[in-house]
C-alpha cells in the first residue's frame, strides 16, 4: 500500500524530488515503518495488556481495560485530526514562495515534517486522559483546575498563535 500512502500524503504539495540516489527507496521504507507501526499500535497495546494481565488486580484490569482503548482511540483521533490542519499548514509555509523564490519538496525532508507534525496532534489528544488519571491519584484536583482555568486557556491561544502555520482561529483551537 505503500504508493497509495504516498499518493495521499503528497496530495497537499504535489510533486516531489529527490537529491540523492537512494532518498527515495529510504523514504519509501521511513514511511512504510511508521505506518506499519502505527497500524500495530493497537495489537500491541493488547499484547503488553495481556502480559501483565495476570499480575493485576480485578480493579487494576478495570482501570487498564477502559486507559488503554480510550488512549489508542484518542491518539488515532489526534491522527485523524493532524490530516485535516497539515494542508492548512503546508499552504501557509508554501505562501512564503515568490517569483524568485519557488518551493521544490525534497522526499525525505517532507515526510520528515510530515511525520514531526502529525505524530504531536497524536500526543496532545492524550491531555484529557492524562488529566483524568492525575486528577484519580490525587496530583490535581478539580478546584485546582477551575481556579487555573483561564490562565490554562489564554496561555493555551497564545502558544497556538505564535506556533500554528496559519493565522485563522480554527488552527489555533
Same mark, same amino acid.
Given at each position: 500500500?505503500?504508493?497509495? #500512502? ?5 496530495? /497537499?504539495?504535489?510533486?516531489? *524530488? *529527490? ?8 523514504? *519509501? ?12 499500535? /493497537? ?10 494481565? $495476570? ?11 477502559? #486507559?488503554? /482503548? ?19 499548514a503546508i499552504m501557509f509555509f508554501k505562501g512564503f514562495g515568490n517569483?524568485? =523564490? ?12 510530515? #511525520?514531526?507534525?502529525? +505524530? ?6 492524550? =491531555?484529557? +486522559? ?12 478539580? %478546584?485546582?483546575?477551575?481556579? *487555573?482555568?483561564? #490562565?490554562?486557556?489564554? =496561555?493555551?491561544? %497564545? ?5 500554528? $502555520? ?5 488552527t489555533q483551537s
Amino acid at each position: 500500500f505503500i504508493e497509495d #500512502i504516498m499518493h495521499y500524503l503528497t496530495v /497537499p504539495v504535489g510533486k516531489l *524530488y *529527490y537529491m540523492q540516489p537512494a532518498e527515495a527507496f529510504f523514504t *519509501y521504507i521511513k514511511i512504510a515503518v511508521v505506518v506499519g507501526f502505527l497500524l500495530a499500535l /493497537p495489537i500491541i497495546f493488547y499484547h503488553v495488556w495481556r502480559f501483565f494481565l $495476570p499480575a493485576l488486580t480485578a480493579t487494576e484490569r478495570l482501570v487498564l481495560g477502559i #486507559i488503554v /482503548p480510550v488512549s489508542v482511540i484518542l491518539f488515532f483521533l489526534g491522527l485523524a485530526f493532524s490530516f485535516l490542519v497539515f494542508p492548512a499548514a503546508i499552504m501557509f509555509f508554501k505562501g512564503f514562495g515568490n517569483e524568485e =523564490l519557488e518551493a521544490l519538496f525534497s522526499v525525505n525532508r517532507y515526510f520528515e515534517f510530515v #511525520i514531526m507534525f502529525v +505524530l504531536p496532534f497524536g500526543f496532545v489528544f492524550e =491531555l484529557p +486522559l492524562v488529566i483524568t488519571i492525575l486528577g484519580k491519584l490525587g496530583f490535581i484536583t478539580s %478546584v485546582f483546575l477551575r481556579k *487555573y482555568a483561564r #490562565i490554562v486557556i489564554f =496561555l493555551s491561544f %497564545v502558544i497556538a498563535a505564535i506556533i500554528s $502555520p496559519t493565522p485563522d482561529v480554527f488552527t489555533q483551537s
